[in-house]
């Protein structure tokens, strides 16, 4: 969270998960969808959808993928339940009216800045947080507000280097699957602002690795913080 010696405002626990290539990649050239996930990797991630309030990622991952961010409940072996919050970083508004988060599925937030004047359907909240660009932190707090406390930060590079630079997440989940893309327009996992030194350095602890078919998943909680509860912790009815 940002510095400062007045009170911190509440916001969701956020969970950070993605999905690289060994060499840290999370899509092919030019951001082409890449599924790096293995099956069994799949089935984690619809449950950490299941499980959170809301799932969040930025218009970039809209505008490539088309994602519908429901939960793929068929993977659980389940009977279909609430499904999160979809929320869109989209500070321009460039959301595409034919973009499948809009469809009415379930409930969905944009996020936009003060420089959009784009309009959403009725069944679309929409929420200013920032003047120019979406302001992260105040967008979780006003989420909180809502009663999210359970969300879900799925991408894409831009999104992912945001949250993590500014410490607003506690705890990091990263999929490696046994593969090597390289190349210069293959997004990395974090993009955004240089490192300049030691003291910008995004400091994790690390909590273990775990076999989930071909590849292996990394968890990892800022250092210097408790080890948070799983999303589905404490949820009751």
Same mark, same amino acid.
């Given at each position: 969270?940002?510095?400062?010696?007045?009170?911190?405002?509440?916001?969701?626990?956020?969970?950070?998960?993605?999905?690289?290539?060994?060499?840290?990649?999370?899509?092919?050239?030019?951001?082409?969808?890449?599924?790096?996930?293995?099956?069994?990797?799949?089935?984690?991630?619809?449950?950490?959808?299941?499980?959170?309030?809301?799932?969040?990622?930025?218009?970039?991952?809209?505008?490539?993928?088309?994602?519908?961010?429901?939960?793929?409940?068929?993977?659980?072996?389940?009977?279909?339940?609430?499904?999160?919050?979809?929320?869109?970083?989209?500070?321009?508004?460039?959301?595409?009216?034919?973009?499948?988060?809009?469809?009415?599925?379930?409930?969905?937030?944009?996020?936009?800045?003060?420089?959009?004047?784009?309009?959403?359907?009725?069944?679309?909240?929409?929420?200013?947080?920032?003047?120019?660009?979406?302001?992260?932190?105040?967008?979780?707090?006003?989420?909180?507000?809502?009663?999210?406390?359970?969300?879900?930060?799925?991408?894409?590079?831009?999104?992912?280097?945001?949250?993590?630079?500014?410490?607003?997440?506690?705890?990091?989940?990263? *999929? *490696?699957?046994?593969?090597?893309?390289?190349?210069?327009?293959?997004?990395?996992?974090?993009?955004?602002?240089?490192?300049?030194?030691?003291?910008?350095?995004?400091?994790?602890?690390?909590?273990?690795?775990?076999? *989930?078919?071909?590849?292996?998943?990394?968890?990892?909680?800022?250092?210097?913080?408790?080890?948070?509860?799983?999303?589905?912790?404490?949820?009751?009815?």
């Amino acid at each position: 969270m940002p510095g400062g010696t007045g009170p911190v405002a509440p916001r969701p626990a956020v969970w950070v998960n993605c999905a690289v290539s060994l060499d840290g990649r999370l899509a092919f050239a030019k951001g082409g969808r890449a599924r790096l996930s293995s099956p069994e990797d799949l089935v984690r991630v619809q449950r950490l959808r299941a499980e959170s309030d809301a799932v969040l990622i930025g218009v970039g991952t809209v505008l490539k993928d088309d994602p519908s961010l429901r939960v793929h409940w068929d993977l659980l072996e389940e009977r279909p339940g609430r499904e999160p919050t979809r929320v869109i970083v989209d500070s321009t508004g460039r959301t595409p009216d034919s973009a499948r988060v809009l469809d009415g599925s379930a409930p969905t937030v944009v996020a936009v800045s003060e420089r959009s004047t784009r309009s959403f359907p009725s069944h679309v909240r929409t929420i200013v947080a920032g003047a120019s660009r979406v302001d992260l932190a105040l967008l979780f707090t006003r989420l909180y507000e809502d009663g999210v406390r359970r969300l879900m930060v799925e991408g894409g590079s831009e999104v992912l280097g945001s949250v993590l630079k500014a410490g607003l997440f506690d705890r990091l989940t990263v *999929y *490696y699957a046994p593969v090597v893309l390289g190349g210069g327009s293959a997004p990395p996992m974090v993009s955004g602002a240089e490192v300049r030194g030691p003291e910008e350095l995004v400091a994790l602890e690390t909590l273990g690795f775990e076999r *989930y078919g071909e590849g292996f998943v990394a968890s990892f909680v800022p250092r210097a913080k408790s080890v948070p509860s799983a999303p589905g912790a404490g949820r009751t009815g």
